[in-house]
T-cell receptor, first 118, second 116 residues
Framework: NAGVTQTPKFRVLKTGQSMTLLCAQD?????MYWYRQDPGMGLRLIHY???????AKGEVPDGYNVSRLKKQNFLLGLESAAPSQTSVYFC?????????????????FGPGTRLLVL | AQKVTQAQTEISVVEKEDVTLDCVYE???????LFWYKQPPSGELVFLIR??????QNEISGRYSWNFQKSTSSFNFTITASQVVDSAVYFC?????????????FGQGTELSVKP
């Protein structure tokens, strides 16, 4: 199993450009998440999904959109990139309480995507 | 409101020293989980431990141990006889039962540097 994979690993954008980050997981997890990591701020949740076709806002959703058309994939889009979106982006996935019967299932993270917006 | 605080931004120790990383959390939920993750210089996030709010027993795994105290809302992490390979950023995180989707709230992280 590959676990959680992210594409691309690194990207440089100019202000105003758009791009999509792809997250894929092969663990049949219901829940998926997108976080951003900035120095001194830990990881902050951007958007998350509790199942195919569903998405919800996290702590810092502005400037981002997401889609979960397939259970195994979670896409993060930047429509018009800004320098403030320079960050490391992590995708994660976990089981659903209803599936696993265990609250607080561990989130497993992808390797991250470094994004630089000039 | 929920919050996780890791007051130690950076810690530097010499190999074989013991080191404790502090984590203090705030939550109104009575049911919650606490986590520790390790982020080595390579950048990935590695899961270390999960502890639920009803289990205050300390946990030991090799050189790693965790002390959970609800009375002080703390979940501290101790590395015994530290090694250079322990150098990493360590994150403490909280997940509340009342929060949809099992969202994690992270602390700011503590950067541990273990020198030979």
């Amino acid at each position: 199993n590959a676990g959680v994979t992210q594409t691309p690993k690194f990207r440089v954008l100019k202000t105003g450009q758009s791009m999509t980050l792809l997250c894929a997981q092969d663990m049949n997890h219901e829940y998926m998440y997108w976080y951003r990591q900035d120095p001194g701020m830990g990881l902050r949740l951007i958007h998350y999904s509790v199942g195919e076709g569903t998405t919800a806002k996290g702590e810092v959703p502005d400037g981002y959109n997401v889609s979960r058309l397939k259970k195994q994939n979670f896409l993060l889009g930047l429509e018009s990139a800004a320098p403030s979106q320079t960050s490391v982006y992590f995708c994660a996935s976990s089981y659903d309480l209803r599936t696993s019967g265990v609250f607080g299932e561990t989130q497993y993270f992808g390797p991250g995507t470094r994004l630089l917006v000039l | 409101a929920q919050k996780v605080t890791q007051a130690q931004t950076e810690i530097s120790v010499v190999e074989k020293e013991d080191v404790t990383l502090d984590c203090v959390y705030e939550t109104r939920d009575t049911t919650y989980y606490l986590f520790w993750y390790k982020q080595p210089p390579s950048g990935e996030l590695v899961f270390l431990i999960r502890r639920n709010s009803f289990d205050e027993q300390n946990e030991i795994s090799g050189r790693y141990s965790w002390n959970f105290q609800k009375s002080t809302s703390s979940f501290n992490f101790t590395i015994t006889a530290s090694q250079v390979v322990d150098s990493a950023v360590y994150f403490c995180a909280l997940s509340e039962a009342g929060s949809q989707g099992g969202k994690l709230i992270f602390g700011q992280g503590t950067e541990l540097s273990v020198k030979p």
